[in-house]
């Protein structure tokens, strides 16, 4: 095995302990996250944005009641691309991507949580294009109002 370069163990340190992500979120008025499905979930990479912006004091903070989210009067959109269907019975409890990413946002106290998914383009290939004119569609309707 390939020992760690110390370098790179320090920038990821630096990067969840300035919380410089954390600060650049909760700047930030509006999100639009975009992701693909990777194996039912969110990319290894979203995933550690996600625990780089997750930070308490600056997303949530606890309360004898449990967390609280500190993003308050913000809008997000996740647009969600997946080969699959998931959005209903019996897939859709198998959808841990875009069900993470309205979680996570509402968690941090994001209330106005919008999903534009895109699916099933792999699954029905000759429907490929309706699919992604529809997704297109419903992104271009929900931009009007953003
Ligand atoms: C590593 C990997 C894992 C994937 N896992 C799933 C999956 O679990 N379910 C699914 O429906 N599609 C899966 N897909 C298909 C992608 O979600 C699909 O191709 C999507 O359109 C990718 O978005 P993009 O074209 O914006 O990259 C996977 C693709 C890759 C590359």
Redesign the pocket.
């Known amino acids: 095995m390939q020992e760690a370069n110390p370098d790179d163990r320090v920038v990821t340190v630096d990067v969840y302990r300035d919380n410089a992500l954390a600060d650049q979120f909760v700047a930030a008025d509006k999100y639009v996250i975009?992701?693909?499905?990777?194996?039912?979930?969110v990319?290894p990479m979203m995933k550690a944005y996600i625990d780089a912006i997750m930070a308490v004091g600056k997303t949530f903070r606890y309360t004898e009641k449990g967390p609280i989210g500190l993003l308050t009067n913000k809008k997000a959109v996740h647009i969600h691309?997946?080969?699959?269907?998931?959005s209903e019975p019996p897939m859709k409890e198998?959808d841990f991507?875009n069900r993470y990413i309205e979680s996570v946002l509402r968690f941090m106290g994001v209330t106005e949580v919008h999903s534009v998914i895109?699916?099933?383009?792999?699954?029905l290939p000759d429907k490929a294009d309706e699919i992604f004119e529809a997704a297109i569609a419903k992104a271009r309707e929900l931009a009007r109002a953003f």
Do not use: I, K, Q, S
């Open positions: 975009v992701t693909p499905m990777w194996n039912l979930g990319p691309a997946r080969g699959g269907f998931y198998f991507a895109c699916e099933g383009h792999e699954h």
